[in-house]
């Protein structure tokens, strides 16, 4: 079965930086496009960054200039850099596989890792 699994959550103080990990399993990983989401508790999930089969990278507004993401296609794993950590940032941090090939969607999730940013 598809796994999708992240790490590198925990505590940080504002200002801190963390690096989110995701690593994958059973999915043809460089045909992915992957994202990182996070949902905090009482609001909706939101799109934090994505990356592309082919490396091209967006982010939401939010996290410009601050959040960087990343893949290593050999070892079928999605980073995502955080700096300068606001307490704003504290969320559940889920990782996301997409691929279309033809008429058809393959979405796969991780369960999430929390991150939690405070003084």
């Known amino acids: 079965q598809v796994q999708l699994v992240e790490s590198g959550g925990g505590l940080v103080q504002p200002g801190g930086s963390l690096r989110l990990s995701c690593a994958a399993s059973?999915?043809?990983?460089?045909?992915?496009?992957m994202a990182w989401y996070r949902q905090a508790p009482g609001k909706q999930r939101e799109l934090v960054a994505t990356?592309?089969?082919?490396?091209?990278?967006n982010y939401a507004d939010s996290v410009k200039g601050r959040f960087t993401i990343s893949r290593d296609n050999a070892k079928n794993t999605v980073f995502l850099q955080m700096n300068d950590l606001k307490p704003e940032d504290t969320a559940v941090y889920f990782c996301?596989?997409?691929?279309?090939?033809?008429?058809?969607?393959?979405?796969?999730w991780g369960q999430g890792t929390q991150v939690t940013v405070s003084s």
């Open positions: 059973r999915i043809t990983f460089n045909l992915y496009s």
């Open positions: 996301n596989a997409n691929w279309g090939p033809t008429m058809v969607q393959y979405d796969y």
């Open positions: 990356i592309s089969s082919g490396g091209t990278t």
